[in-house]
């Protein structure tokens, strides 16, 4: 089955700068990449997504990029917010002939220091 | 759109018990849900997923017998935790596949506490 490796599991920045977290996976078949971003006790809102066909992609101040070869993709903020203080969580899927579940990486924790 | 629904929010029962949750899609039909469950500061793992009009398929380590999960619908799918023991204790998460891009949309969640 899918594994899916997130890192840092905890990630500290001043308000303003750029924050990266990185997950790699390990079936070469999964080709959906989403983020989450959960705050306490909340549902998993998707924040963004990225398919194995497309390297990057961009949403105001949040992009992922994708490398297919060394199976990993990366979350990119940037200007953070304190707003965006939350867990965040990357996951990978194989989608197509009957879709499987998400397979979650662990979760990076964002600080986001004023 | 694109709007999941869950309920219970919250279930404390005690143990022994057997606890219903429902999972709808609001907005669009899903033929397929999935349920997930999360322990404190943990990850989501997915325990089964669950196919309109045949049976769920399960997670290895997951219990089917205990974990009874029902699709009748293209819109309601409903888990059973069945004889709750306080091990049991966690927040269950359900999604709905969006059939555009396959897309997973997550309900609120519920919250179980096994006495």
Known sequence: ?114 | GAVVSQHPSRVICKSGTSVKIECRSLDFQATTMFWYRQFPKQSLMLMATSNEGSKATYEQGVEKDKFLINHASLTLSTLTVTSAHPEDSSFYICSAGHRVGNIQYFGAGTRLSVL
């Open chain 1, 1 to 114: 089955g899918e594994n899916v490796e997130q890192h840092p599991s905890t990630l500290s920045v001043q308000e303003g700068d750029s924050a990266v977290i990185k997950c790699t996976y390990s079936d070469s078949a999964s080709n959906y990449f989403p983020w989450y971003k959960q705050e306490l006790g909340k549902r998993p809102q998707l924040i963004i997504d990225i398919r194995s066909n497309v390297g990057e992609k961009k949403d105001q101040r949040i992009a992922v990029t994708l490398n297919k070869t060394a199976k990993h993709f990366s979350l990119h903020i940037t200007e953070t917010q304190p707003e965006d203080s939350a867990v965040y969580f990357c996951a990978a899927m194989r989608t197509g002939g009957g879709a499987d579940g998400l397979t979650f990486g662990k979760g990076t924790h964002l600080i986001i220091q004023p």
